[in-house]
């Protein structure tokens, strides 16, 4: 139903959808356009002083290493939380998918890590994975005498804290893969059982295109999530070390505008990072619709 | 009989009214003052302003603690343009030039003339107003402010077979001592430090060596950095080699190194001076001190004042300024900046102050603290070099040192190489503030 | 093997690979839970120990007076049920214009809305800065709760579950002479319960969840929110994290948004299954 239910109100729907608005005009998009117009601009701290410099504040971020650096970081990252959340979360959501007893408490037990915030995830795994002392380093050590210095390994401390990011969001995957297996219908993975394909044959041919919106979905909100949700892990975690291994784009933003003052740059950095994910928006947005075609 | 009564009643009113008018008068100018001291150097802030409070009732100082020196600034600056900041503000050593060109404040040497007062700017200890100062006026009230010294841990030096009242005083003894450490086998890294940043800018003032052009600042804006030059790579030479030889360890921004010194997996520590009560009281070690170490036959220049520094913000009104003021001169009182210096490390700024705590023989009972003192009267206090550098873009400009230098100690890049890619970093960012201030 | 012996296998199996998943995906909170109740002493021994020990009050009434953690507390818990509720209802209201009513620029608007979900905080975050900072409102609650009031999640939610409302429904009450808005709040409203429920969770977490607008938005100690005060018993440069602490908090920041989530389980599930099936 998309149709005037209530014809003769003309006002009424404007009224209706005025406060949602006002707020995304106000703080949403009016902010945003001004970020957009500040990232032409070198500004001074206090805001005294102002140049306009066209392109450059976007030129010399792409010129940048640690630009550059930072964005490879945030690549690998989000790939990790993605690909290894998905994964596991997938295969999590088909287990419990079977038919066994006790699924309630199953599902209760595997979603409740969505319920934590990332900074409670970030202080968990920074204890547990502490240079020496942490519980996860000293087994380590024990064990195979490697001693695990994250302050010292750039790679390790971008591994600990992609792990505890994608620990954290495996309840909410799981959620939505389990609703998308649910929604596949009983008949096409009987039929593809009686006409002798595997189970495993079953599932790439069968579940997974179905679950093509899910995981589309889950893909657009993971990678929002690795962009921009896990400042508060970075921040208790690394600050964006050692050296600026873990320094995500978002975290950069952060540091280059409210602590070097740098509005201009921050700013530019705010729109690449917003095109970035609008691209994948689109993208996701297409595959979704055109999905459909193979759904019921 | 009924004139009389409403004209009492009215007397009563009227009187009734003065006396409540006359209570809203007395009510305190308050006077709010943003800062970033935290742990137990809060408490000694707090019980000092209590005082101040106290003593002068038509005044009340308002403190908060506004998280830490970029967080405050941030919210600062974000306050600014609406006046709803506060009227002083704590800001780190690095922003004094940020503060300088911002507009929004009062160089506290025009104060008293402001208010009618004149004041002895000459009471103060010079190494640390002169930071403060353009051209000879001082801008902002030092507050708290520190330098780098040597710590190092007596009873590790026992172990390891050394004279525990030799501490190193040279680089080339620094390496020695090292290198002795690690053949007994005592710990398996000796020395870190605080900011490497900021120990790097140390090592050029103390032996009088510019860290940028203009006189580090100080007669105009600078417009590069001259500390890549030989000196400066020796610097980041002797650096790297202790580092390769595992006897300096740098763990990065995260890594705590007054945690490792204070548990004994490292027997030196260069680090500021405002970290001595801490570690005094955190080690279970007998601690030492002494100066911060030099390179023999270089000239001798100071080591470079650090911390924060008060700020004062433009257009208060007159009982806002004087209560600022009033604050400002109790700050300066001798048994206030002892009390300020023996509760957190900092110097204190009055020599006065210090010529009390030399006489009460304050610091031969811990022979630490003296240690930093000596250190800034005893170098060079009328060249720029040795008064530090001052700069606009100064802290993104540290974190490129950093980053530059830790390629250097990883190998990624040879000294010369990471010192020249800073100072690319740094100059281009020098150029950006000229562009920006117009000149 | 017998069919019903080989599925009786299978069973266990799947069970026993789902207990081991349960208490893999739990060890990280249980590890925190001990550490919470350890004295300083026993959180840095080796080997690190696994079993309770009784400092739990001790350490969090520490980290109560550290940080003030009522008033912290009580400060994520109003902003979270403030703002889920706040975007629930706008939500609400949109999400029934946009499916009961034809009206100009309706498309224009609604992608609008959606765009939004492009613009998370870290892209505008500066000017949404200055923004507070112009209505004079750093520090304060509005600060806190006013730019998070508008939902895509919410308007996508009920606009989904509207669209599949028979059109019996509007049309009967309208009929009977019911205004629109008597219809929204005596029928439609109440058959949105599950979506609600649903919504509410999730709003309700992200908000308890936010880090870096308090951070940057906040300057005084009461207005600070949990997730900032646990940062603030982690900032120590001289000596190392008191974890034993620093775990008594987190435990206690932890559980709010797990017992919303538990309370309305169902309904979140349900209501999110009802968003996938198409």
Redesign the interface.
């Known amino acids: 139903m998309n149709e005037d239910r209530f014809p003769g109100h003309k006002i009424l729907p404007y009224l209706l959808i005025a406060p949602s608005l006002i707020v995304i005009f106000v703080f949403l998009i009016i902010p945003f356009a001004q970020s957009v117009y500040e990232s032409f601009y070198m500004s001074s701290p206090f805001g005294t002083h102002s140049i306009f410099i066209g392109l450059r504040n976007y030129l010399r971020l792409f010129a940048s290493q640690d630009y550059r650096s930072s964005v490879i970081t945030t690549f690998k990252f989000s790939a990790f939380v993605i690909i290894v959340g998905l994964s596991v979360s997938l295969g999590i959501a088909q287990l419990l998918n079977q038919k066994i007893k006790g699924v309630g408490f199953y599902q209760l037990a595997l979603i409740w890590t969505y319920a934590i915030s990332p900074t409670v995830a970030g202080v968990i795994w920074a204890s547990m994975f502490a240079p020496a002392t942490g519980l996860i380093s000293y087994v380590v050590s024990k064990i195979s005498g490697y001693s695990l210095n994250w302050m010292t390994n750039g790679n390790l401390a971008l591994l600990i804290v992609a792990a505890a990011a994608t620990w954290k969001m495996l309840g909410y995957n799981i959620i939505f893969f389990l609703a998308g297996l649910q929604n596949v219908p009983d008949e096409f993975l009987e039929a593809a059982q009686i006409d002798g394909a595997g189970s495993w044959k079953a599932f790439w041919k069968i579940t997974f295109p179905l679950l093509s919106p899910t995981t589309s979905f889950l893909l657009f909100v993971n990678m929002l999530y690795a962009f921009f949700q896990v400042f508060g892990l970075i921040d208790i975690m690394t600050k964006g070390g050692p050296g600026n291994a873990t320094e995500l784009l978002v975290y950069k933003l952060y540091r280059d505008g409210f602590i070097h003052l740098n509005t201009g740059s921050a700013s530019a950095q705010s729109f690449i990072i917003f095109f970035v994910i609008s691209i994948v928006a689109i993208f996701q947005l297409r595959i979704a619709t055109r999905k459909s075609v193979y759904s019921r | 009989m009924n004139f009389k009564k409403s004209y009492f009643i009215v007397l009563l009113l009227t009187v009734f009214l003065l006396c409540s008018t006359g209570n809203v008068m007395a009510e305190p100018v308050e006077v709010t003052f ?1 800062h970033a001291m ?2 137990s150097r809060l408490g000694v802030l707090e019980s000092i302003i209590d005082g101040f409070n106290e003593a002068n009732p038509d005044y009340k100082v308002v403190p ?5 020196y ?2 405050t ?3 600062y ?6 006046g ?1 900041g506060p009227n002083i503000v704590q800001v780190y050593e690095v922003g004094t030039q ?1 503060m300088i ?4 404040i009062t160089p506290v040497y025009e104060i008293p003339g402001m208010l009618g007062e004149t004041w002895d700017w000459a009471q103060y200890v010079i190494p640390i107003t002169n930071y403060y100062s353009v051209n000879g006026n001082l801008w902002s009230m030092p507050f708290n402010s520190s330098t780098a010294m040597l710590y190092y841990n007596k009873d590790l030096f026992k172990e390891a077979g050394l004279d525990p009242n030799k501490p190193p005083t040279t680089w080339k003894e620094m390496e020695e001592i090292g290198d002795k450490f690690l053949a007994s086998g005592v710990i398996d890294h000796v020395y870190s430090t605080g900011w490497p940043d900021w120990i790097f800018e140390q090592a050029l003032s103390i032996h009088n060596h510019l860290y940028s052009d203009n006189d580090n600042g100080r007669s105009g804006l600078s417009t590069e950095v001259v500390f890549n030059d030989d000196f400066g790579q020796m610097i980041f030479e002797t650096w790297t080699r202790l580092h390769d030889k595992g006897i300096y360890i740098f ?6 190194p ?2 490792a010194f ?2 004994g997996q490292i027997a030196m520590l260069i680090q500021s001076t405002s ?1 001595l009560a ?2 005094i009281s ?1 080690a279970d070690f007998e601690v030492g001190t002494s100066f911060y170490p030099r390179f023999d036959g270089y000239p001798v220049g100071n080591s470079v004042i650090g911390g924060g520094s008060l700020w004062v913000t433009k257009g208060q009104n007159e009982e806002e300024l004087r209560g600022v003021w009033e604050f400002f001169k109790y700050l300066s009182r001798e048994d206030i900046a002892i009390q300020w210096h023996k509760g957190t490390g900092y110097f204190p700024v009055s020599l006065g102050a210090l010529k009390t705590l030399l006489d009460e023989g304050w610091f031969s009972q811990d022979q630490a603290y003296l240690t930093a003192f000596l250190q800034i009267l005893s170098g060079r206090r009328d060249t720029a070099a040795a008064t530090g550098v001052r700069l606009g ?1 100064f ?2 400009m540290r ?1 490129d040192f950093v ?1 530059s230098l ?1 390629k250097s100690l990883a190998g990624q890049l040879s000294p010369e190489d990471a010192l020249n890619e800073a100072a690319e970093k740094m100059n281009q960012k020098l150029e ?1 503030y000229l ?4 000149q | 093997m017998s069919k019903l012996n080989r599925k009786a296998k299978g069973q266990i199996v799947i069970h026993f690979i789902l207990i081991m998943l349960v208490i893999t995906l739990a060890f990280p909170v249980f590890f925190a839970i001990v550490t919470s109740t350890l004295s300083l002493q026993e959180s840095y021994q080796y080997p690190p120990k696994l079993l309770p020990g009784d400092q739990f009050m001790n350490n969090l009434r520490e980290a109560w007076g550290r940080i003030n953690m009522g008033r912290l507390f009580f400060n994520s818990t109003f902003i979270s049920i403030v703002v889920a509720v706040v975007k629930t209802i706008l939500a609400l209201l949109a999400a029934f214009a946009y499916t009961h009513f034809k009206f100009r620029g309706q498309g224009l608007l609604f992608s609008i809305c959606m765009i939004t979900q492009m613009l998370p905080l870290p892209v505008r975050i500066i000017p949404t800065y200055q923004l507070m900072a112009g209505f004079n409102w750093i520090n304060s609650y509005y600060a806190l709760m006013v730019p998070f009031f508008a939902s895509t999640t919410g308007l996508i939610l009920f606009r989904q579950f509207y669209l599949t409302v028979p059109r019996d429904l509007p049309d009967a009450a309208r009929v009977d002479g019911a205004s629109p808005m008597r219809y929204f709040m005596q029928i439609l409203v109440p058959i949105s319960k599950t979506n609600i429920a649903a919504l509410f969770v999730i709003e309700f977490i992200f908000m308890w969840s936010q880090y870096l607008w308090p951070l940057i938005v906040t300057t005084t100690q009461e207005m600070r929110v949990i997730q900032i005060g646990i940062k603030m018993l982690l900032a120590s440069e001289q000596i190392a994290p008191e974890w034993n602490v620093i775990m008594a908090a987190t435990v206690i920041a932890m559980l709010p948004p797990l017992i919303v989530l538990i309370a309305f389980r169902k309904s979140f599930v349900q209501g999110i299954a009802m968003q996938t099936a198409k």
């Open positions: 943003w935290s742990g908060l603690f506004t998280g830490s970029a967080e600034l941030t919210k600056i974000a306050a600014y343009p609406s709803t940020t060109d911002s507009g929004a763990g990065g921004s995260e890594y705590a007054n945690t204070n548990s970290s801490g570690i955190a873009p802290v993104a974190e980053s830790e950006d562009e920006l201030y117009g």
